[in-house]
């Protein structure tokens, strides 16, 4: 099964409006982060947000915030406000303390189109 | 301004080369990953290191294998390219924290012809 999973593989938005990007993820692990990265046209991956396991509130980071909900083992990514920047690919990331060797599983990404 | 610096941003080799991709990072970071990306793949973790001369497998590293010499160098192999190969890397170093975020290369994209 996969461990990260991003079911929109493209999305629109209306600039100036908020959007949210879906991730579900699949852990035993009691420990984990979670990790949100843009990807423009560029290539280069942008770390945006991080939300770890045991963080009571949800992450922000100026127009990003992360909605998470641990129950359901979620954690979407919140836009607020797009830009015609945040035209890009968006990755959720999962890195489990003890299990997999502390390494990073992604998503297959969604791409965002904003629209002017 | 922290960095990952990837050798190459774009390379054409030919079926059987050796080709070597190169990852310097500048920020002391223990782990170093390369990753391959594909359209509908996402990141796929080919190998990655936690300390000098130390390396681990990722999910695909049939094909591949790495060096890590110095802390702040971590070198992709492709033996013997092949045309399925062709694809983009993508270098990553991270600490060793279970809260902290990698930091990416440009990345390589790589075509074998």
């Known amino acids: 099964a996969q461990k990260i999973t991003q079911t929109q593989p493209g999305m629109f938005v209306q600039e100036k409006e908020a959007v949210t990007l879906d991730c579900t993820y699949d852990?035993?692990?009691?420990?984990?982060?979670l990790f949100w990265y843009k990807q423009p046209s560029s290539g280069e991956m942008i770390f945006l947000i991080y939300?770890?396991?045991?963080?009571?509130q949800n992450a922000t980071e100026g127009r990003y915030s992360l909605n998470f909900q641990k129950a359901r083992k979620s954690a979407n990514l919140v836009i607020s406000a797009s830009q015609l920047g945040d035209s890009a690919m968006y990755f959720c990331?999962?890195?489990?303390?003890?299990?997999?060797?502390?390494?990073?599983?992604f998503g297959d990404g969604t791409t965002l189109t904003v629209k002017p | 301004d922290v960095k990952v610096t990837q050798s190459s941003r774009y390379l054409v080799k030919r079926t059987g080369e050796k080709v070597f991709l190169e990852c310097v990072q500048d920020?002391?970071?223990?782990?170093m990953f390369w990753y391959r990306q594909d359209p509908g793949l996402g990141l796929r973790l080919i190998y990655f290191?936690?300390?000098?001369?130390?390396?681990e497998k990722g999910d695909i590293p049939e094909g591949y294998s790495v060096s890590r010499e110095k802390k702040e160098r971590f070198s992709l192999i492709l033996e013997s390219a092949s045309t399925n190969q062709t694809s983009m890397y993508l270098c990553?170093?991270?600490?060793?924290?279970?809260?902290?975020?990698?930091?990416f290369g440009q990345g390589t994209r790589l075509t074998v012809v």
């Open positions: 990553a170093s991270r600490e060793d924290r279970a809260d902290t975020e990698a930091f």
């Open positions: 290191s936690y300390d000098v001369k130390m390396k």
């Open positions: 939300q770890g396991s045991y963080d009571q």
């Open positions: 990331a999962m890195r489990e303390a003890y299990t997999n060797a502390g390494k990073s599983t």
């Open positions: 852990t035993s692990d009691p420990s984990y982060g």
């Open positions: 920020m002391d970071h223990e782990n």
